[in-house]
């Protein structure tokens, strides 16, 4: 068994504009970051959301096409609530997203319309801190934006992106994910927690039919203990724990 890491987390860099956050499905960036989201559209940062897909097979008592919809308006209104205006769906198929380069195509689209400095995604390894196993969407969408984050900027891969208008964009300077075993970095979450709380509360269907718990209750605790147990590594400060790649 592989010792815990237990190195002090760095602050994420702050040098940057604007930041595009790609994930599988509504609710990923609430249960992640949104937190940290929260700080920088503070600080008047510009922050985009793309969902790869509706989340439309989340609810087992909801068909795919209603839930889908009502997903969809939960997810606008939360990022609302961290002051997250752009929020596109990509239309993949909730539960069966493929990697490949279909998915890497629509997310390379997606950084050359919204040219980031910083992306945002979600785990991509196979396991939660080798305790869970992850699901395949979030692995697929979590490497595909990692690579989407090269494609974007090469000119000779996915030349057709061009002929629609969307020009290479090689301005990304890191990916960020959250929700790694390997964090290496850190956002204060205190100036953002009470919102990404109110945030992920917005999802309520879907906490609904996940738990028997007060919601708000069930989002507090979640949000606040995962918070306090990056501040371990964090100086003591609550916060949210991203593994940087830099480019």
């Given at each position: 068994m592989t010792e815990p890491n237990t190195t002090e987390l760095q602050p994420l860099p702050d040098d940057w504009q604007r930041a595009l956050a790609v994930v599988a499905h509504p609710?990923?960036?609430?249960?992640?970051?949104s937190a940290a989201v929260a700080a920088w559209t503070d600080a008047g940062r510009e922050v985009a959301y793309v969902l790869a897909t509706s989340g439309e097979a989340g609810i087992d008592?909801?068909?795919?096409?209603?839930?889908?919809?009502?997903?969809?308006r939960e997810q606008r209104a939360s990022a609302?609530?961290?002051g997250v205006t752009a929020v596109e769906f990509l239309g993949h198929r909730d539960g069966v997203i493929e990697y490949g380069p279909a998915l890497r195509r629509d997310i390379a689209a997606a950084i050359r319309r919204h040219r980031p400095e910083l992306v945002i995604t979600l785990n991509h390894r196979d396991t939660w801190g080798g305790v869970a196993w992850n699901t395949p969407d979030h692995v697929a969408v979590g490497r595909a934006t990692l690579d989407a984050a090269s494609d974007a900027g090469n000119r000779?891969?996915?030349?057709?992106?061009?002929?629609?208008?969307?020009q290479s964009w090689n301005g990304v300077r890191w990916v960020a994910v959250a929700g790694s075993s390997r964090p290496t970095h850190a956002v204060d979450a205190r100036p953002g927690l009470e919102r990404a709380v109110y945030s992920l509360l917005e999802h309520r269907t879907y906490i609904e039919a996940l738990t028997d718990q007060d919601p708000e209750a069930y989002a507090r605790a979640f949000l606040t203990s995962n918070a306090e147990a990056t501040g371990e590594r964090?100086?003591?400060?609550?916060?949210?724990?991203?593994?940087?790649?830099?480019?």
């Open positions: 609710d990923d960036l609430e249960y992640g970051c008592t909801l068909d795919p096409a209603t839930c889908g919809r009502l997903r969809e609302a609530v961290v000779w891969i996915f030349p057709e992106l061009a002929e629609q208008g969307l964090f100086g003591g400060t609550p916060a949210v724990a991203f593994e940087l790649f830099s480019r």
